[in-house]
């Protein structure tokens, strides 16, 4: 059965927000984190898109990374290795052994799919820097604090935070560690 506004017009009815958004929100609101949260356009689904829809330089969009630290001795996927998460600026590419060298890390490698999901609750492309099920150790790509505002994902490949560099490094106490080479 449809309802009607006094207008006439149907009533619309208020849709659930997103569980990766819900969890994302309790966890900021938690941490006294500021900033609004964006649901972006379902297109946007790279760091120049997200910057265009944004308004912003593609090097305020805060990529999260989740890598795998393998178990020793061990290539296969899902081996069991640890997760680590670099936030990093759009503008940039993780080099890895650069980055695993500074991190004092035999290697990093991509995680996949189910590894993300499993460590973060989340999805890739929607990982944020907070609400994961365990704390998950995260690093900060400098080159973020070049920007007064920052956009990282809230828990959802459509959904994004204001934040800022400072506030960033406040709600996740990650360090800063260059990841280029």
């Given at each position: 059965m449809s309802t009607q506004n006094s207008d006439g017009s149907p009533t619309r009815q208020p849709t659930e927000e997103h569980p990766g958004i819900a969890r994302f929100r309790a966890a900021h609101a938690e941490r006294g984190g500021t900033g609004e949260v964006v649901v972006l356009p379902e297109g946007v689904h790279t760091a120049a898109l997200a910057a265009e829809a944004l308004g912003c330089e593609v090097g305020a969009i805060a990529n999260s990374l989740l890598f795998e630290v393998p178990a020793e001795g061990d290539g296969q996927e899902d081996s069991g290795g640890r997760p680590v998460l670099v936030l990093t600026s759009g503008a940039h590419r993780v080099d890895v052994a650069a980055t695993a060298a500074r991190l004092g890390v035999p290697r990093l490698k991509r995680a996949s799919p189910a590894f993300v999901r499993a460590h973060t609750g989340q999805v890739i492309g929607g990982v944020s820097p907070l609400g994961h099920p365990a704390p998950v150790p995260t690093y900060l790509d400098p080159w973020l604090e070049r920007h007064p505002v920052v956009?990282?994902?809230?828990?959802?490949?459509?959904?994004?935070f204001s934040t800022t560099f400072a506030e960033l490094v406040a709600l996740t106490g990650a360090p800063v560690v260059d990841v280029e080479p």
């Open positions: 956009w990282a994902a809230a828990g959802h490949p459509a959904a994004v």
